[in-house]
C-alpha cells in the first residue's frame, strides 16, 4: 500500500497499491482502513557506514536482507550488534561456525528463560489442555508484568536478580562487568531474551566469544577495535539494528491535504486525532506484541458493530484538549527509536490520548469501555468535521 486518501463526501477510503510483480498500481476503496503494518522499515535494516569497509575483501551481510547463498559453516564470523538479532543470530550462526564473535559497542540486558513452559507441561497432563493454556498465558502475562514494573519502581533490584542470572549461567569468573552490564537501567531500552540460555551456554562451550569495543576500521580480512585488537573474519553480520516508520510508511490525506503523523495524537494507542474510520494495530514494547494487537483487533470490531447498529458511516477521535501536553509515543533510549520517533504520532499525559504499556488496564478500557466516550465521535462524514472542527 503506497497512499490512502479519504472523501468525506463518500465517507471513504482510495487507496493506492503497487503489486510487486511491477505492473501498473492499483485502487481499491474501502469504508474503514485498518493498519496491521507494524512500525519497522522492512525494505532497510539501519546499516552504518564504518571506516574502511570497502578494503574488506569477506563478505558483509545485514540480517534485514539475508542472502541464500551465504556460507557459515566452518567460517569465522563477527557478528556487530548487542539486540535481540544479534543475541539470536550468534548461537544459532556458531551451531556450524568455526567461531562467532559477538561484537558490541555497548552491552545489553540478557535473560535466560525456558522454551517450554513446565507449568503448562504439568497442567497438560492433569487438565483439559484449553485451560491448561489460559493458566500458562496468565502465568506469562502477570509474571512479565511484575517484572516490567519492579524494573521501573527499583530498578537497582532488577539489575542485581539480572545480573545475577547472568553470573549463575556463565560462572564466577566471567567478565560480566564488561560485557552483560549496561550503562542504563532495566526496561529502558528492551531486554534481550536467550531461549533456554543458548547464548549463554555457546560462551561456555567456547563457540562464541564476547568483545565489547569500538571500530576503529575494517581492515582487509576483518576489523581492528579502537583498543588496537584486530579480529580476522570470513563473514562480518551487520546486525546493527533497524529502522521505523510511521503506519507502515503511508502515505495519507484527509480531504486533499496531506497527514502529518507527528501532529496527530494517539487516541487508545491504536487511532489518530482528525484522522476518520482509521485504526491501527501496534503491540507492546514491554510484553508480547500480540496480547495488544489481540485487544486492538476486538475493539476494532466492537467499534465497526457500534458504527452500524447506530447508522454511522464516520468515527473520528476529536481534537484533544488543547492542556494535555504531548510526549514521544515510546519512551524508550533506544537508538533505533530515538532515530525516528520524531516521525510518529505523540501520546498525551492522560486517558485516552494516554498509551500506557499496560495489558491489565487496556484489558478493561478496550474490552469493557464505552465506545461512545464523548471523544471519539460518530455519525456522518459533515456532521463529524465540523464536530471536530469545533472542538479544534
Known amino acids: 500500500m503506497v497512499r490512502a486518501a479519504w472523501s468525506s463526501a463518500a465517507a471513504r477510503w482510495t487507496v493506492e497499491i503497487q503489486r510487486s510483480d511491477g505492473t501498473a498500481p492499483e485502487t ?25 569497509q570497502e578494503r574488506y575483501t569477506g563478505r558483509i551481510v545485514h540480517p ?82 511484575y517484572f516490567f514494573g519492579l524494573c521501573r519502581r527499583k530498578p537497582a533490584q532488577a539489575r542485581r536478580l539480572i545480573l545475577a542470572g547472568v553470573r ?55 576489523l581492528r577495535l579502537a583498543s588496537g585488537r584486530a579480529l580476522e573474519a ?29 501532529a496527530t495524537l494517539s487516541y487508545k494507542g491504536m487511532m489518530f486525532s482528525g484522522v476518520p474510520n482509521l485504526a491501527s494495530a501496534t503491540g507492546y514494547t514491554n510484553a508480547s506484541w500480540t496480547l495488544k494487537c489481540d485487544l486492538t483487533c476486538a475493539y476494532v470490531c466492537r467499534l465497526l458493530n ?32 530515538q532515530r525516528a520517533i520524531h516521525l510518529f504520532p505523540k501520546q498525551g499525559t492522560r486517558a485516552p490520548w494516554r498509551l500506557y504499556q499496560n495489558y491489565l488496564r487496556d484489558l478493561v478500557a478496550l474490552r469493557y469501555g464505552r465506545l461512545d466516550d464523548g471523544v471519539l465521535a460518530f455519525g456522518d462524514a459533515a456532521r463529524v468535521s465540523d464536530g471536530a472542527a469545533a472542538a479544534g
Open 234 to 262: 570470513d563473514l562480518v553480520v551487520t546486525a546493527t539494528g533497524l529502522e521505523l516508520q510511521a503506519l507502515g510508511g503511508l502515505e495519507a490525506s484527509v480531504d486533499g491535504v496531506a497527514v502529518d503523523w507527528a
Open 168 to 222: 549463575a549461567a556463565l560462572g564466577r569468573d566471567y567478565d560480566i562487568a564488561t560485557h552483560f552490564t549496561p550503562r542504563y537501567d532495566p526496561w529502558t531500552q528492551r531486554l534481550c531474551l536467550a531461549p533456554d540460555g543458548d547464548l549463554f551456554r555457546a560462551i561456555r562451550a567456547g563457540r562464541v566469544t564476547m568483545v565489547t569495543d569500538t571500530i576503529a576500521t575494517f581492515t582487509e580480512h576483518g
Open 306 to 337: 457500534h458504527m452500524e447498529r447506530h447508522g454511522a458511516s464516520v468515527c473520528m477521535p476529536r481534537s484533544p484538549d488543547p492542556s494535555i501536553r504531548r510526549v514521544p509515543w515510546i519512551d524508550f533510549s533506544s537508538g533505533y527509536v
Open 64 to 145: 534485514q536482507h539475508w542472502p541464500d547463498d551465504v556460507e557459515v559453516d566452518g567460517k569465522r564470523i563477527v557478528v556487530i550488534g548487542s539486540g535481540a538479532t544479534a543475541v539470536t543470530l550468534a548461537p544459532a550462526l556458531a551451531r556450524t561456525a568455526a567461531q562467532v564473535t559477538l561484537l558490541q559497542r555497548s552491552p545489553s540486558y540478557v535473560v535466560a528463560r525456558p522454551s517450554e513452559n513446565a507449568l503448562a507441561a504439568l497442567l497438560q497432563r492433569v487438565l483439559p489442555a484449553s485451560f491448561a493454556s489460559r493458566v500458562a498465558r496468565w502465568q506469562s502475562i502477570l509474571l512479565g508484568a
Open 28 to 52: 481499491v476503496s474501502c469504508g474503514f482502513l485498518f493498519m496491521c503494518s507494524g512500525y519497522y522499515r522492512h525494505a532497510q535494516g539501519h546499516a552504518p557506514a564504518f571506516p574502511g
